[in-house]
Every structure is written in structure tokens, then in C-alpha cells.
């Protein structure tokens, strides 16, 4: 969990929406996002404190209307936990470094990982290639 102190921080630095996202574990409707259809190569970095999270070659459509991945571009650079809002049980993943809140991972991604890595386009920025 982000500690208060960095969320002051960050509600200064970040739009409401990349603030209510990243911060408050909020969403963005699908379809809406900077990100769910961009297909420029490079990396995706967390918009609260830059750490690299996911590479372009790992995105994917996945019809959901977020930017989808595979994979992690560094495992060390991803937490997971548990997340039962909304009645649902499902894995919840942020920022390691910050904590921010990206989106969720799913098991129903192609392979080579069989994952899905369901990602709000406010957590991130891009860093082109």
C-alpha cells in the first residue's frame, strides 16, 4: 500500500484520473485509455515514479479495451496480491517500487505465459523506441 505522505506527492503531480487510478486503485473505462490500442514499440514505465513495468512486444489485443501484455518486462518490477472488491476474487497488480496500482493479471492470456496483464493506460507512460 502507498504510504500517505507519497500519495500527497503524487495527487500534485498526477491528473485526477492517473491520481484516482495509481493512487486510489481506481479504473478507467475500456476503450478510453492513452494506451488500449497503441501499437508503437518501446516500454511502458509507471507514471508514479517511472520504474520500467512492460515492452510493447509483450502487448496484445485482448478486446478488452485496456492495454493487454503477456509479460513483465523485469518480475522484480511487479507485485501481485489478492483483490476481492466488487464481490469478484481476483490478482491485483502494482508498481514493486511504488506501489502504485496498474490493473490486474488474468490466466486467460496467450502463451507463451498464458497470462494477461489488464493494465490502465493512466498508470503508465511510454518511452518510445
Known sequence: ????TRKKE???KLTAEQYQVA???GTERPFTGQFWNS??????????????LFDSNTKFDSGTGWPSFYDVLNAKNVETTEDRTYGMRRVEC???NC???LGHVFEDGPNPTGLRYCINSASLEFEKR
Open 99 to 101: 506501489k502504485a496500482h
Open 39 to 52: 501499437k508503437e514499440d518501446g516500454t511502458y514505465v509507471c507514471v508514479a515514479c517511472g520504474t520500467e
Open 23 to 25: 493512487c486510489e486503485h
Open 10 to 12: 503524487l495527487k500534485e
Open 1 to 4: 500500500m502507498m504510504d500517505e
Open 94 to 96: 502494482h508498481c514493486a
